[in-house]
């Protein structure tokens, strides 16, 4: 049999997306809103983590993950912020991951 995933970033508000490598870079504008993507389709359904600058990610206030994993919905970004964010989804055929470097500017 065979298995494909694919994966974008999904950025809602002003922001650039541009390709570094496997690394995807984008740009956010302190105070808006930032959503990343990891969507995923894959039978049987994927398990999804969210990291960030290599350390699994804590929700808060602020920071939230949505539809099971799919979204990382971040409110009100400051510079500390910035950094890289991964996805991971992992089901019983193998895992996939996504790399982003988001930089706060504003």
């Not at 699994?56 to 993950?65: H, I, K, S, T, Y």
């Not at 964010?85 to 504003?106: F, I, K």
């Amino acid at each position: 049999g065979s298995d494909s995933r694919s994966f974008h970033i999904s950025v809602q508000g002003t922001a650039a997306p541009a390709s570094v490598g496997e690394t995807s870079s984008i740009t956010a504008v302190a105070g808006g809103q930032l959503v990343l993507e990891c969507p995923e389709d894959a039978v049987p359904p994927s398990h999804i983590e969210w990291h960030w600058k290599g350390s699994p990610l804590r929700e808060d206030a602020r920071r939230q993950v949505l539809a099971e994993g799919r979204f990382l919905q971040i409110r009100d970004v400051g510079a500390a912020d910035g950094g890289e964010y991964s996805c991971r989804a992992t089901n019983a055929l193998g895992d996939t991951s996504l790399r982003v470097q988001v930089e706060v500017h504003g």
